[in-house]
């Protein structure tokens, strides 16, 4: 397998930003960390070998990219509003830079997928509704998709609530609609140890979008499995490997 690592400075983040890259060509997946992660915990946490086959057969080029939770939603010194306003940096870092780097580099013109597990799963679902132009697919794995989780009551901030999905996806517009609809969705959780949260979030963005004529698969794995990387390993070649069923890889 093709490996590559990178790390060049970011104007947004006022920093350099890491990277790792595995695969030769294939739909680009951008792999978002969990929890204040590094770049480094997809392969560390061997979801990388769980899906070599993909990327290997040239389906998918996986973009594995560092974090700023430390700074943003995690830093529990800063006010709401700090918090949202580092989290956007790192938007605009994720649009108007990284985005623009993968295209180049895997020389890929369409659609990307967002994918991540815990908070990587709230990740990969904020950039996917807010910009689906960019992502057409949506593999989120145990997250939460509620900014509540991070900043309680707080969504009187614009900066807040444009990053709480289950809320701005209430009255976001058709333009954005329309691309959901024609877009891949897919949002899962367990029901077993420490998936309360995700379980609640998952219920509840799938009442959102059904109101909003927006479909997706959501899907509830069983009791016994918990919020840990041994099932996200399980779940991620499981989805990859119904999307290329579809021809959607």
Not at 228 to 235: F, S
Request: net charge negative.
């Amino acid at each position: 397998m093709k490996t590559e690592y990178f790390k060049f400075y970011s104007s947004h983040i006022g920093r350099e930003m890491e990277l790792k890259v595995y695969g030769h060509r294939g739909k680009p997946m951008l792999v978002f960390p969990s929890s204040g992660g590094r770049f480094i915990e997809y392969e560390d946490f061997k979801i990388i070998e769980a899906v070599k086959d993909f990327i290997d057969q040239g389906l998918i080029q996986v973009y594995a990219v560092d974090s700023v939770d430390n700074e943003s939603w995690l830093d529990n010194y800063k006010l709401p509003l700090e918090r949202a306003r580092r989290h956007n940096d790192y938007d605009r870092y994720i649009v108007d830079e990284l985005v623009p780097f993968i295209k180049h580099h895997g020389g890929y013109q369409g659609g990307l997928i967002a994918t991540g597990c815990s908070m990587g799963g709230y990740h990969s679902a904020n950039f996917f509704f807010r910009h689906p132009d960019i992502f057409d697919t949506l593999i989120a794995l145990s997250g939460i998709y509620d900014a509540r989780f991070f900043v309680g009551e707080n969504l009187h901030f614009q900066e807040v609530y444009l990053n709480s999905p289950v809320d701005y996806l209430k009255e976001i517009g058709n333009v954005y609609l329309e691309l959901y609809r024609k877009n891949n969705i897919i949002v899962c959780t367990g029901q077993g140890a420490w998936e309360e949260d995700s379980v609640r979030d998952s219920q509840y963005l799938e009442w959102v979008l059904s109101n909003r004529g927006v479909g997706g698969w959501f899907d509830y794995w069983g009791y016994d499995v918990n919020h840990d990387w041994p099932w996200w390993r399980i779940q991620m070649p499981y989805f990859l490997g119904q999307l290329h069923s579809q021809g959607k890889l």
